[in-house]
Every structure is written in C-alpha cells, then in structure tokens.
C-alpha cells in the first residue's frame, strides 16, 4: 500500500499535465499509465497526423513548386513512401514521449505501469499494488467505436491505429465519418496520391463548425474528386468495394473513424454521474464524488490542450485555488489544407441566441503574405456584438490558421472589441493581418477590400 | 487649381493607407505619387523580397524532404531559377499594385501621378497644376543612401531595386550593411547556393533587435559559412574581389544595403522640424506646421505596417478623433529562415532603465509542432516586470514567428500580465503555445521543460 496526495490515472496530455502542476503544488503524485506516456494524443492522435499531414502537404507543395523558379523535379519520378514517412513520425513520437518520461522524473511524478481500477474515492488499484490517494483525476481518454467492423468481412476495415502502422498505402479507401479526423486524414491521403470517398450518417461534415467553413470544405473536396456519401451507411462488401446504400463504391480497404466514446477505469464502491456516456463534473472538473475530478476525453472534450487546462483547473481547486475554465473561449483546430480554426460562437448559435451581430469576412486572397506564400485559399469570419462590438467568434480557413486562432483567443478572453482588434497594429506583411482587416470590415470602414 | 480636403503626398502603404482612411471620413483627397502605387514597400521593397525568401525556403525544404518520406528528387538536377522566380515575384506585385488602384477608384481618391513639391502648408504643385488642401500628409518615404557606388568602379556595387532586376545570380556575392535587409537578402541567397560575406560598419548584426536574437543570427550565419566582417568598410576592389580593410574577399557583385535616408519633397515657403535628417511630428503625426502631417519613413519609422497606422492617426486627427500610436507596442518582423519578431522593450533596454524583471525562455527543439515540421531552430523570450508580472517584451525567433508576433503584440496593447498569457489556453499542437511555455517558465511553474 502506497500513500500519495494525488493519484492520477491515465498519462494523456490530461493527466501527464496534472501531474506536473500537481507536483509543483507540492503533492505526492502517482501517474498510473496502462499503455503509453503521452496517450492517444502523442501516440496515435494529433502528433503522427500532423506529421504525416506535413509530410502530405510538402509533397503537394514540391509538386506544384515551378512557380517558385524551383526547377529539375522530374513529376514522374516523384514518390511518397508511406513506410518511410511513418518511420520518420514513429522517430518523433518516441523523442515526444521521451521527453514526457524526462519531465515525470524531473518533477518527481512516480510512474506506475498497469492498468488502475478504483475501490473508492481514494483507493485504486494497479495489479495488486493499492495506492492510496488524497485525491484522483480519471484522464482515461477515450477510444474510437470499434463495433462496425464486426459488421463486415474481417479484412477489410481498418481502424486509425492499424491504419498507421501500415507500411503500404491503399490505392482507394472509404472512410467512415464526417468528423474531423475522418476529414483530415481523408485530405491527407489525398495530397500524396490515395483515392478518397467519404461515408457519413451526418448531413454536413464536421458539424461542429460554423457553416461557412464546413461548406468551404465540401466544396474543396468535391473540388479535389473526395466522393461525399451524406447521410449513409457502409452496408456490405462487394468484390472490390463496399455498398453505401445501394451504391457500389470501389475501395481496398474501409477506415473506420467514428466518434469516440470514453474509456471508463473499472469502478467497485464508486458511483459517478454522467452524462452521454461522458463523466459528469463541475467547472473546477470534479465530479459528483468530492476528490475525484475527471479530465480530458472522458468528460467529453475531446481536445489535448482543453485535457491539459483541466488539469491544471483540477490540481488548483485541489490547492484551493479556484480557477474555472471558460469552455467558450476555447480554440477548435483543425488540420486541412487549408488549416481551419475557430474560437467562441458560430454564426448559427449567434442566431439562436437572437444576438444582434455584425460580421466581417477577409478573403485570403487579397492578403499580400498569402499571395506571397501561394496560399491563398480560405477566408477570415469575425463575429460581433453589435452594440458594443464585444468579439463573440472567429472562425478562420487558412494557411496556418492554427497559429493565428491564439491571436484570437485572446480577444475572446480579454472580452475585446472590434476596437481594440482593429487598433491592434499588425505587422505587414503577414496572415495576421486578415484578421485585423475582417475587423475593420465589421466595423464598416473595409481596408484592403 | 484644384481643391480638397487632403493631399497625401506618396502613394505608399502609409499613403494610401491615409487615402482609404481620410476618403472614410468624408474628406476629399488627393494622393499624388510618382513612381508606382504601392511604393517601395510593394513594388521593391517588402513584397518583391518576401516572395523570393518564400522560394528560396522551398528550394531549401525540397533538398531536406527525404525525412517526410519524400523520394525521387534528384539533388544534382535540382536547380534554382532566379529569372523564373522573378518574373512569379513581378506578377504577384503586379497584381497587388493593381488592387490598390482599385481601392483607389472604390474610395473615391483621386490619384495625380507626379512629383509633387510644397508652396506652402496647403499648396501642393504636381507639374504646372496647383493643389490647395485643408490638410496635406507628407509620405514620400526613404531611399538608400546610393553615395556608396561612387567610391567604387562601375559595375561593382547594386543597389537592391538593380539586383532584384538582374537576371542571374553571381556566384559569390558580398553584402554591404549590417541591418535587417541585408541580413534577409544574405540568408535568402545562401538558401539558393550563393556564396555570401556581409561586411558592416557595426559590431553587431541588427543592432535594435535583443542580443540573444542578434546572436542567434550571428551564429547561425557563421554556422552556413556566411563570413561576417565586422566594423570594416569595403575599401577597393582587386582582380575578382574587394579589399575589406587589408583582406581579400573574392566577389563578382557588392550590394549595397546602407541604412536609408529620408525622400524629403520639395518645400517652398515652409519649414519643418527635422531630427537626424528626417521629420518631426507629434503623437498624431502633426509636424511641427499644423495641418502638415508626415508618417511613415519619412519620419524614420521604416516599417509599412507602422506607416499605415500613422496614416490612420493623421487622418483621425484631422477630423478631431484624437488616437495616438503607441510606438512602444509595434511589431518588428524579421524574414530569416527561422524568422524573427519582437515586440515591446528589449532585455537590454529593460535593465538600462533599471526595471526588476523577470524572464521565460522555451526552445522551440522542445515543441512538438516545430517537431513535426521539423523546424526546431529558435526560442521565445518573454521579459515581464517582476512585481506586476505585466509583460514588457516578446522576443521570437522561430518558424511563422513573424504571425506568432500578432499574439504578444495584444498582450503588449493590452498590458496583460504573465498570468493572462499562460491562463489563455493554447492549441496544441502549435508553435503559438511555446510563448505560453515560455510564459510559464518566468513564473517559475515551467511545463514542458
């Protein structure tokens, strides 16, 4: 039997993250990990698809290089090798997490290898090791549904992590969902060459996002020849291609990206609410048990940085120190070519809340940097209070919109105006700037449009 | 004899700028230019050199993408082509030039091609015509100091507008100037295989910049075997090369990047206060006659974005909306390959002026987007008073750290502390969350480090 002051389940960028600031706060903690130091995140989510979307879209941008003066490519020999690019992520992943194992040690974090199941609010258990603990966070994450491909031949559906660990890539692939997984590996493989049809129950694609942006991306990927099944479901194999509905679509192989559900620990005395499978808790993410919180994919959220802000929420209100987070300043971001990324409301929820609003909207391609850079698909989308122009959601397709979105985090936490975004002096020439220009277009006095 | 409401003299990003701003506010103006709409900044300046830093980053991301998984590029047949890339460089300004004609034609202003000179506070004369305005704003811009050429023979020396016209490259090139263009031409050309020494009068590189940023350029440089001679003037030319001091440094072209002076108009009847060659103004851009403004490097600020917020404070001004520009919060961007941005008080200028501080520094090696785009080089340094916490200067070199600059400068203009920075929740993955990194590391809470 262990003591500790803080015992946290689940090493994800929820959980190793708590476990530092817990550590910091001066708790005894325990990080219990069943499989890997850095969880889905660093393993098998965000980290290998970002890089292999890299690696993607340089491959698309070595193609289209001529108008650069790049000369001597030959375009035939060009070639992506699937297995080498996923070796060259593999190498990263393992420094990534060799640097989570570096900052356990560093802040004297014990890591304990095995899967934890919880006798109550403060016991868990790990094997036959019981650790005794002040207080918990469950960080367990979640997992992708698997049950569909049961429901096929056994062979022919892949799920992502298989998926990645492939040396040889498809020549056609269906994939299932309109998520934004399943979207951003579908324009992945569709830069280095794939043959790409979507399938999805849902009417529109990533349904999450204001409607602007998700039509930009119906649009591009029907643009691009990404066939988009909506409101279907895979229902059979035929020779060479699965049916959708009664279509026959041809494919070498289903990839199953449907939503997630949360991976629970195995709970003996313990009861916790919850809410659509997600476990149930406060603004300071504790749950209905006192000293047992809960962070990251398993309350519902579904991105590293939100896990990692609960975990600090979580280890504070452990200190006494109560710092809620606001879940509607947030940013959502999104890993297409172009990027998309958006904080706060979307045009849709302004509407339904009766708000009244102005906006202002900045094509890329009149921006002088993206014009520069060759990028100039996408648009900005500032939404405002009209009263008194208080920010309430910027939705950006761009390049590089997942850095620009931080820009616009901080207008939403700061409860800035169209004012204070228009007067901000942005440097020239750069992507920035169309943030500042869909402002002044907001405002009514339009600058480079 | 014409009337308006306000003359703007040069069409640059500062004028016309003022242009789109003084015709909002319901003045009738005139902008007078004569060379070419856009001024230095996008028709030799800005534009023209960040697309071929654009092309060149490519050129050098193509030799260094087997990593990604990328085959069949033959590095002996690579090759770049200046004259192709240039002509690419010639249409996006091209195009660029014409959008601000038709801003011009949309916001009503009237553009007078010519060289205007000033008869008096409100007379302007453009060849035998006669403009009388309430207000004139003076943003003629600045020059190269082109004296340089004439100590050497001819054919020797370019200036920067000459080589971007030439149609091939020399093999070995050297630079003349320590400042900010000749540093981004310097690296540029190294990036396309050019062989390049800098020679400059200083003793540091980019004198204004942080010495940690300067530093990192001087080893950097001195890492790509680019030869920095520093404090020497180049005093002769020999057979294939130029005298520096009492050494031989082979060559085929000097370019000359000498700091530049101001492009004063013609003034007839009409003093204005100058400082160091170039003109005063108050905080609203008024110089010392009233209803004669200035902005942009006329008045020794040489950056566009700078200019063109000036445009709009001498505008607001004249319709009695009293709006200063902070000068202490403005971005400075730097193109480099990693790029540089600051913005705010440097480490140095804080303890000259005796301010306890403290400071975050985060390697970008560490991040896991710079990671993934394999683009590890630089660090973020954020410099911060130590009672308050209020964040005094953000220094960034980095990939996209020209767009990650937009972040800091907000919390610059809106005096946020430490705790503001690193509470805002930050992406991941994103370069942007290395400021929060490093924003946690001067609060002694550091995360991934």
Redesign the interface.
């Known amino acids: 039997m262990k003591n500790f002051d803080l015992i946290i389940i689940g090493a994800g960028?929820g959980g190793y993250?708590a476990a530092?600031?817990g550590a910091?706060l001066g708790m005894k903690t325990a990080l219990v990990e069943k499989q890997k130091l850095g969880g889905c995140?660093?393993n098998w989510g965000?980290?290998p698809s970002?890089?292999l979307m890299?690696?993607a879209k340089?491959?698309d941008?070595?193609r289209h290089?001529?108008?650069?003066?790049?000369?001597?490519?030959?375009a035939q020999?060009?070639?992506?090798?699937?297995?080498?690019?996923?070796s060259?992520k593999d190498r990263?992943v393992v420094?990534?997490v060799k640097?989570v194992e570096f900052?356990m040690k560093k802040n004297g974090v014990e890591v304990i290898h095995g899967t934890a199941s919880l006798d109550g609010p403060s016991n868990a258990r790990v094997g036959d090791d019981v650790l005794i603990g002040k207080n918990v966070i469950i960080a367990t994450g979640s997992r992708p549904d698997r049950s569909f491909a049961s429901s096929l031949p056994k062979g022919i559906v892949a799920e992502i992590d298989e998926f990645y660990a492939r040396t040889e890539l498809p020549d056609k692939i269906v994939i299932r969902g309109g998520n934004v997984v399943a979207c951003e590996i579908a324009n992945m493989l569709l830069l280095i060459g794939t043959s790409v049809s979507l399938v999805t129950a849902g009417n529109r694609l990533m349904p999450q996002l204001d409607e602007a942006c998700s039509s930009f991306v119906r649009e591009k990927f029907k643009k691009l020849g990404i066939q988009v099944h909506f409101e279907k479901e895979i229902t059979g194999v035929r020779n060479g291609g699965v049916l959708v509905g009664d279509e026959f679509v041809p494919c070498d192989l289903v990839l199953n990206c449907s939503d997630r559900t949360a991976i629970l620990p195995e709970l003996k005395d313990l009861r916790l609410d919850s809410h659509n499978g997600f476990i149930k808790t406060d603004e300071f993410m504790q749950t209905s048990v006192p000293h047992v919180y809960a962070i990251g994919d398993v309350t519902g959220t579904m991105?590293?940085?939100?896990a990692?802000?609960q975990g600090s929420t979580a280890t504070n209100h452990m200190a006494g120190i109560r710092?809620p987070?606001d879940c509607n300043?947030?940013?959502?971001?999104i890993y297409l070519d172009p990027e998309i990324?958006a904080v706060g409301l979307t045009e849709e929820q302004i509407k339904a809340r009766s708000i009244e609003y102005v906006k202002g909207e900045f094509p890329m391609s009149?921006n002088?940097?993206a014009?520069?850079?060759?990028q100039t698909e996408g648009f900005v989308k500032v939404l405002a209070d009209k009263k008194y122009g208080e920010i309430l959601g910027v939705h950006i397709v761009s390049t590089?919109a997942?850095?620009?979105?931080?820009?616009a985090?901080?207008?939403l936490?700061?409860e800035?105006t169209l004012d204070?975004l228009t007067?901000?002096?942005?440097?020239?020439?750069?992507?920035?700037?169309t943030?500042m220009e869909a402002g002044f277009k907001a405002l009514g006095?339009p600058?480079?449009i």
Do not use: M, Y
Request: glycine residues 6%; charged residues 25%.
């Open positions: 960028p993250v530092i600031r910091q995140c660093l965000c980290i970002r890089r890299e690696s340089l491959f941008r070595i290089s001529a108008s650069f003066g790049i000369e001597g490519i030959d020999a060009l070639r992506f090798n699937w297995k080498k690019a996923g060259e990263i420094k990534l640097g900052l991105f590293a940085h939100v990692s802000a710092d987070l300043k947030l940013p959502l971001n990324a009149v002088s940097k014009l520069v850079e060759g590089r997942t850095e620009l979105i931080a820009e985090v901080r207008s936490t700061l800035e204070d007067k901000a002096v942005h440097a020239h020439p750069t992507i920035s700037e943030l006095k600058l480079h």
